[in-house]
């Protein structure tokens, strides 16, 4: 992969296999009670590409999410990620397997500041034992720096470099959404989950988001999967869009054809004109 100006190095230095994102969702049906979230959804993502869910409240987004992040374990179906079925594993193994994600709701922890909030997500890396850093050998020495790269690099590109010593709590809500952002970054995601990232922001916060994401797209080659009710984003970061209504897929296809197709007008977008 091609290392830009200001590449972190978690980029830069990949290899093309350790990128590799292949997702396949394939019939996955599930219930709570009787109440049906998902119904026979399929999906596929290949490598390096921003696909973006849509669809009214409570059509299964989140669900769908849930399901791929190891949240919900569906009663049927196969959720497969880089040839390994995946479904029925706990979040941590998810994680584990190189799937990141942001919340809906924002996780961070109010009282820590912005860089302790990205430091945890580094756990999944640590190599060491408690015997070992609680003498801060120097293998955990070299551990840390290596640790501490890679987040302030991702700092610089979310130009977080003001706010990087201040707690968590303290800043507004939009920059908390960045935070958040930095933080399912450090954990190096192969397949990036974005519920909602733009949930709650100032137009200017959101130009600020969609230009990252872009970039972390196009020029990093980030595979992400993005749920998002703000349509003007939708369509214009994404390369292909799902869209389910009642927990079932009634569409799949490129913005230009979303925004054409008569069902997903019917349940969902309304008027084209408001593109």
């Known amino acids: 992969m091609k290392a830009f100006r200001g590449t972190p190095s978690i980029y830069a230095s990949a290899q093309p296999s350790e990128r590799r994102a292949e997702l ?148 507004p809500y939009g920059l908390r959404k960045r935070v958040e952002l930095g933080r399912a970054l450090a954990l190096e995601p192969k397949l990036l989950v974005l519920d909602e990232p733009f949930a709650g922001m100032t137009l200017e916060e959101k130009e600020d988001m969609v230009r990252f994401l872009l970039e972390l797209n196009s020029a990093w080659g980030q595979t992400m999967i993005l749920v998002e009710h703000d349509m003007s984003v939708v369509m214009s970061v994404s390369q292909r869009i799902m869209v389910l209504n009642f927990g079932e897929k009634i569409a799949e296809g490129t913005p230009e054809e979303i925004q054409g197709h008569p069902e997903v007008i019917k349940a969902y977008l309304g008027d084209t004109t408001k593109f």
Request: charged share 20%.
């Open 24 to 171: 396949e969702v394939k019939k996955v049906t599930l219930n709570f009670g009787g109440v049906m979230a998902l119904h026979n959804v399929d999906l596929t993502v290949h490598t390096g590409e921003f696909i973006s869910v849509i669809g009214p409240n409570g059509a299964g987004k989140t669900s769908l999410m849930n399901s791929i992040t190891g949240y919900y374990h569906p009663q049927s179906g196969e959720i497969i990620f880089n040839g390994e079925n995946i479904m029925g594993r706990h979040p941590h193994e998810v994680t584990q397997k190189g799937i990141g994600r942001t919340y809906q709701n924002i996780e961070l922890f109010p009282g820590m500041t912005v860089l302790s909030n990205m430091l945890l997500a580094r756990h999944l890396y640590c190599n060491y034992g408690f015997s070992l850093a609680s003498v801060f050998a120097p293998s955990v020495r070299k551990e840390e720096v290596r640790h501490r790269q890679v987040l302030e690099e991702l700092i610089d590109f979310l130009e977080m470099q003001p706010i990087r010593k201040k707690l968590v709590g303290s800043l």
